[in-house]
C-alpha cells in the first residue's frame, strides 16, 4: 500500500472540513475521490500534498508515519498533485515552468537554461504531448496548461498524483488526453487519486471510488461493484434537517425571462422565467455557470448574447447602473470583494444603492438615511451597535443582511441571491431565508443559487439544475437530492449503472 | 482618540515650539507669509485629497499648475481682464482633470501610471506653448489674488478656507462624496451596487485639476509671472499633507480637516526650519522623515483598532 490516511481532522476556526478522512491508495490503481461541494475532498488531498497540515489522525506513506511541512516535502516522497486552476506563471515559458522552483542550476549557481529547455523536451517527446518547450504559457489552451500541470507534477520520479478535477476546463477530446496520461502512469505503477464530479469519467477510469460527505469518508468500494444509483446515495444521503419550510406561494405576473442568453465561455443559451412570489433555485456543480449567468443578466459581463425581459419589456443592461435602475439586485457570491466596503459604515452600505432617491440634486439627506439605516437594521435583524459602526467588523450572517438591506432599501424587485448562506451560521441562515420568503410575499421575483442541496429543496418553489452551462432541466420544489444530483452531474441521463 | 488628534496635536506642539524658539515666528509678517506660503499646495492637496479617497493618486498636479498659470496670465497678457484670466486658468486645470479621469476610466489604465504621462504630457505643452518663456505682461492688480489682504487677513486665507468647506460639504453631503468614498473603499461593490463609477472616478479628478488650476493662479499672482516651470514637485507636497492628515492611497480614508493640518504641518516645518537656520538641505530630510514617522503611527493605530 502506498498511502494510508486514517481518521484524519481538520478545522479552520470553529469551521471542521475534515473530521474523519479515511483513504488508502495502492501503487499502479487509480482511485476516485467523490462528495458534494465542501465534502472535504480538496482539503483531504491539500493535507496529502502537504498544502496544509492536519489537526488529527494518522497519515502513513509507504507505511512509515509521515507529516509533511510544506509541498516540497511531499515532493521529495514522491508526492505530487495537479491543481484545479492553474498555478502556473504566465510569462514563463513551458520549460521554465515546468521547473519553477527547482530549476536546472548549471555553473556558479546560474540557472542553466540550455539543459532546462532540453529536459523539458524529452518529458514532452515521452509522453507525445502537444507542446514545445519554449512556448509562452500565456498562450496555452486550458488543457495546455493542464498538460503543463501535469508534466511539472511528474517530472522528477512521481509514485503518486493528485488530480483535482482536472476536466472541468477541458474539451472533450482535451479530457481524452488527459484520461490516456492517467492510464499510462497507472501502467507504469504510478497511485492515482482522480477528484471528480463527472459521472461519466468514472466509468472508464476508476478502479476503487471513496466518498466523502460533511468531512468524512462514508464508503470506499470497487468501482465495477458499485452502481451510478448506490454512489449518489452515498454523497448525499445525510438526513434533511428541517431548517426552514416554506409555504409556497401562488406566482403572480412574469417579473423576468431570459431567452436564448450566452454568455461565452460559461454560460450557453439558457432560458427561464421567474414570476412575482416565486423562488426559482438554480442549483449545479461548481463551474456549471450558475454564478456567471447571474453577472451576466446583471449587465456585469459585455460579452452576454439573448434576450432579457424585465415586467414583460425587453431590456439590455449594458452596465450594472442599467440593471439597478431597471429593479434587478444581485446578491453577490464573494461578499468581502464585491458585495461589501468593509472599511465604511453600515449605513453607507445600506444607502450605497439607494443614494439617488434620498439625494436631491445630489445633496445627501442625513436624515433619510438615518431612517432608512434604523428600519433595515430593524427589519433584516442585523446585530449591531449602530448603523455608523464599519460594516467589515459584524459577523458573516450579518455582514450578509447588510449587502441584502442595500437592496431592499432601494425596493428591488428582481432579486439574483448568489450562494446567499455561504459562510454564515444556521441562525442567519434561517434569517436570510426568511426576508427571502417575506421579499417574495410582497411581490419580488427571486432566482436563488445554491450548492446547498438541502437548502434549495427547503427554499424552492421549482428548481432549474445547470450542467456545463446550459439548463439540463427543471424539478418541483418537492424533489430529492438524488434527482437535482443526477441532473447536474450525469452526462448519460438515466440508468448509467455499472457497465 | 488620543491617536487619532495625533496629527493635530503634533500641530499644536510644532506651534508653540516654534513660538518658543524663535521671536520672529509669532509675528504677523511671518504668520502670513507662511500662510501664503502653504495656501498653493494646500488647495493643490484638497483636490488631492477627493483622489486617495477614490483609491487614485495625481501625479500631474504640479504640472496642471503651471499649465493654469500660465494659460490664465497669457490671456491677460493678451488683453482680457483678470477675472476672465482667472477663469481661463480655472478652466485649463478642469480641463486636464478631466482628461485625467477619462484616460483613467476609459483606457482602464492604473491611476499612478496616466498621471504620471500626463505629468510629463501638460509640462511639456507648457513649455511648448510659452516657448519655454515666462509671461510677463500681466495687470498689476493681478497680484492682489496672491498677496491682497481682506481687513488684514491674507485674501488666500479666505479663499483657502471657501476651497476647503466646498471640499468639505463635497465629501461629507454630496452624493458625489458618498460615491468618492464608495469607490475607493471597494470598487468592485461600487460597480455592483450600480453606482456609475466612470462618471464620478471623471468628475473627482476634475474637481481635483479645477482647484489646481486655482492653486496655479495663486502661484503665477505671487509671482506675476506665468511660469512653464513652475509647481514642480509640488504634487508630492500635496500628496504627503494628505497622507500625514491620515488620508489612505489604498482609499476610502482622508479628510479635509486631516489634509490642511497635514498642509499646516509641512508648511511650519519649512518654515521653522528657515527660522532656525537649519540648513535647507537638512530640510528635506526632516519633512521626509515626518511624512513616513506620520503615517507609520498612523498605521499602527488601525491595526491596533482592528
Redesign the interface.
Known sequence: MLLELTGVEKRFGGVIALRNGALSVDAGEVHLVMGENGAGKSTMMKIIAGLQRRDGGVMKWRGEVVDFANPVEAARMGIAMVHQESLLAPHLSVAENIFLGREVRGRFGLIDRAAMTQRARQLIAEHHFPLQAEWQVERLSPAGKQLVEICRAIQHGTSLLIFDEPTSSLSESETKEVFKIVRTLRDRGTGVIYITHRMDELRSMGDRVTILRDGETVHTEAMSTLSTAQMIRYMVGREVSALYTREPVTPGAEMLRVHNFSAPPAVKDVSLTVRAGEIVGLAGLIGAGRTELCKAI?G?DRNARGSLWVNEKPVHFR???A???AGVA?I?EDRQ????????PIA?NV???G??AI?PY???S?ASEKTITAQSIERLRIRCDSGAQKAGRLSGGNQQKVVIS?WVSRGAKIFLFDEPTRGIDIGAKREVFEVMDELARQGAAILMVSSELPEILQVADRILVMRHGRIAGELPGRTTQEEIMRLAALDTTEGAGPQ | MIQRLLPFLTLVVLFVALSIASPHFLTATNLSSVVRQTAVFNIMALGMTLVIISAGVDLSVGSILAMGGLMGTMAMSKGQPIFLGVAVGLATGAFFGFLNGLLITQLKISPFIVTLGTMGIVRGLALVVSNGLPVHEIPKDFSYLGEGTVVGVPFVLLLLVACALLVHFILENTKLGRYTFAIGSNTDAAVYAGIPVRFHTTAIYAICGLLTGLAGMIEASRLMTGQPTAGQGYELQAIAAVVIGGGSLRGGEGSVVGTLIGGFIMGLLANGCDLLGINPYVQQVIIGAVIILAVSVDELRKRRSV
Do not use: Y
Request: proline share 7%; aromatic share 6%.
Open positions: 446583471f456585469l452596465t450594472p447602473n440593471a439597478v435602475k444581485l453577490p470583494k464585491t458585495g461589501l466596503a468593509r472599511e465604511l453607507w444607502t450605497m444603492a443614494l439617488d439625494s445630489g445633496l445627501l442625513h442595500k
